[in-house]
């Protein structure tokens, strides 16, 4: 009996050694798989190969120019715009050298560059620009304003056309530099050729890329165009790699399988930072970004038509804390509700409610909330002032902890606020539809729809429902003397008045300013931010040395 | 007779698949907000109403619910599942071409689990008290208790960036497949070691083996052909469940190692409320549960014959 189980025992120690064995050749025979690729690998490097982190899929069989499907920062790399959002929004030109606008800002006139071809050797002219606008831009489906208030588009000769609209806007400039849908795309792009019903088949554009191959889910690789009419790329590839977590990102910078991570492109987590900051091989970089989070308050709830309460909540956050003890110091203290990076913004139109939470007690002590039985918790009328905030967590993972410091803060003044976490569908249900918040938090859009696009949304009602953030008259007369104005002294004073207001009336309570970062290795150099988020790198002045 | 079975069970199959499907669509549109809002929401641009109403009818969710939902059966029975909303691509299509990297996955994980597994487990069933046997409950508490994303991540950093054995990322040459199957087998692999090693203690201890043993047959013979046969059953039934959740994909798995698979598509159309997908992937899910489940089932047959005599 004891032999036997003996025996079994040797057998035993026998079959572990031969899967062992198996598993030594089968890893042998994975090294010599995938010893060719390296082979190749190195050959390419000497061709300056850039490879940046993306989050998502590029979607390039879908990079139509008149769509809103794939990615919009290899959009805005491989096709041009007429004009090119720059820094702080200054609109510069892009396919349209120079333009007019008529006296009553209805009728703008472009003139074109001249000799531009698309990456498949076709000319742009002024054929091919309606022709790209005229795909989509008479869909309904479609809110950009350039749409919506078009009368007409008409090539007048070789390199000129123009577009008449039914009212002046002086945004109509700032939607020609999106990402999308307003970018041109060669008429061979489509199927029948030239012909604006036809289908989309391949992304051709005039831009300074094109795409060389593609793989969905993983890999994208771009190499300059070679037709392109401004300045020359100094790198000879670009291979956008789909990794969609974050962490991950981090991991494939330290191991040197990615040279770039971070922006828009694919964030990178906060609490990695020092991991970078320690990595002799990573350089991190920041920009002044151009959103800001901050939050709603709604109209409807009694306790927050008094204005002393508002006032209140805004001084009893205290927002340096926010960027330095929650966020370690990524970010910048928030003073209204748009960054300095942002068009009309400026040092003496910023203004807003400091941290003193002592001003913020006497304040709901006017309105006359007390704490008559010791509780903590200020009432009126034998009602305490508790308040509920909505926020959520998948898009914004720092929500919670700002969430909870100011849940805490507003404690310290006596107001009881209830954190309620939602999933992202729900969350936004009840910021644009079932309002069932008393505070929520939200986040400014980014760069090009600011000001103008953002205030429209959030603070000026629509035909037929109220505005979402906060509902005043006076402040949606200046929104749309602003957007209408065609004068730009009286646009800049306009949006003055709008800051303004908006003090005065404490409309919301602001939070926090985030920031663009980026980790690069040491290949990397002459690394410039873009000047928005859809193109949050230059590429064209990247350089890459050796590895 | 066998034939007759399997028609059977086939048979059993449709009013399943189309009460699941009839519930997930119920449920989908019982959850907030509006999929035409959504969409044209992620474009950063405040939709006009005329905008939205526009993309309801381009969607058809201007229809009735159980409009809606026979017109997805109809189009079901000539094998399309319709065309995603947030993508604008067939979702058909979609789900084959992420279910081979899904699958491969699966199998490398199931291959790495039973590799743990199985030597652990036979090991401290004949050497119980041993060194083995410690390693063996050790390792199988380790595996129960470590989340996944904790264990790839580990794995990433020591195995990719430092030692730099294997790549960070992507689904390229055979040793990308390493760290990803290693993550989720051995988060298996613990209830397959004291499974096995409970069943074969059982089994070995039982007269038959005693039997087999007086008969004179070989040591390896008895454990291979017969106590081990009978001490994988109860293993082989929880092995086709989690088979079944493994295809569907594992979407921390899949991120981390930037696996392009099938569960990180899942768990994106939830967030944008594709329901075309949803509706997609739950027909496609149940239909490999069940299949799996007939599939064991058949095995067990095979394995089992005092089924078969039923």
Redesign the interface.
Known sequence: ?NN??N???R??LA??LL?LAI?LVLGA???A??RP?ETSETASSEQTTLTVAMTSDA?ID?LDAGA??GSMHVQAMIYDSLVEYGEKGEIVPGLAESWEISEDGTVYTFHLRQGVTFSDGLALNAEAVVFSFERWIHD?????QIA?ALEAIEAVDEHTFTMTFNKAYYPFLTELSFARPVRILSPSAVEPAGDVNGEFIQAVGSGAWMVESYV????TILVPNPHYWGEAPEVDRIVL?????P??RV??L??G?VDIAGTQLGRLPVESLPVIEGDDALELLSAEGTNSHFMIFNPAVTALQDLHVRQAVNLAINKASIVEDLMDGVGHEAKGLFPLTVPYVTETNQQWYGYDPEEARQLLAKAGYTDADGDGVVEKDGQPLTLNLVLQQ?EFPEWKAIGELMQYELQEIGIDLKLQMLE???Y???L???KAYDLILYRT??DA?NPH?FL??LFRK???TPAVAWSDRELEALIDTAVGSTDLEERQATYDAIFARMYEQAMFAAVYYPEEIVAVNQRVSDFAFGHSTFRPILWQELKVGDR | MFARYLIQRIGQVIPVLLGISAISFLLMHLTPGDPAEIMLRADGIQPTQEAIAMTRITLGLDRSIPEQYLSWLVQLLQLDLGISYSSGRPVMSELMMRFPATALLAGGALAAAMLIALPLGIGSALYPGSWLDRLGRLIAMASASMPGYWLGLLLLYYGAVKLKLFPVMGMEGARSIVLPALTLGCGMAGIYIRLIRANLLEELGKLYVTAARAKGLPEWQIISSHALRNAVLPSLTLLGIQTASLLGGSVIIESIFSWPGIGKYAVDAIFAKDYIVIQGYVFMMAVIVVMVNLIVDLIQLLLDPRLRLR
């Open positions: 009996m036997m189980l025996r079994s025992r057998l035993f079959w572990v899967t598993a025979c994975s090294n798989t995938t690729e979607g879908q809103y499907n309904p489906a479609n809110s950009l919506t969905r889910d993983r890999e790699k789909v990794i969609p977590d962490q991950s991991m494939a330290q191991s399988e998948a992202p569908n729900s936004y249900d009840a644009w539809t079932t859009y980014d729809y696009s429209l949304s629509t035909a037929d």
